[in-house]
């Protein structure tokens, strides 16, 4: 056993969010298992600009949103989880996530 561990998403709260403030709620996640959930849910994972996160546990990391007829969570998603997002992306989305990981200040597009 190889002792690493899977990142882990929290949603946070949509209130907090839109006054640009990153307030864990909910259930913590490894990641793959958020994705099962997500498409058990059939909820389609996006970007909200701006969405790099600074500061505080999850520095780096993104919120991204996940949508459905029902309506649209938001999540922390730690920047080590991005390899982990290729197919759960669209590719546009996947390759702005990856710019800006290489290049802290690129724009998201």
Not at 96 to 106: C, D, I, K, S, T
């Amino acid at each position: 056993m190889s002792g690493t561990r899977e990142p882990i998403v929290r949603a946070i709260d949509e209130y907090a969010w839109e006054a640009a403030e990153v307030r864990p709620s909910g259930v913590a996640l490894p990641v793959g298992e958020w994705l099962r959930r997500l498409e058990t849910r059939g909820m389609r994972l996006g970007m909200v600009p701006p969405a790099r996160i600074a500061g505080g546990p999850y520095d780096g990391g993104w919120v991204l949103s996940a949508d459905n007829e029902d309506g649209r969570v938001y999540f922390a998603v730690p920047a080590e989880a991005l390899p982990l997002l290729r197919d759960a992306l669209a590719p546009e989305t996947y390759a702005a996530l990856r710019r800006q990981a290489a290049m802290p200040g690129a724009p998201l597009d």
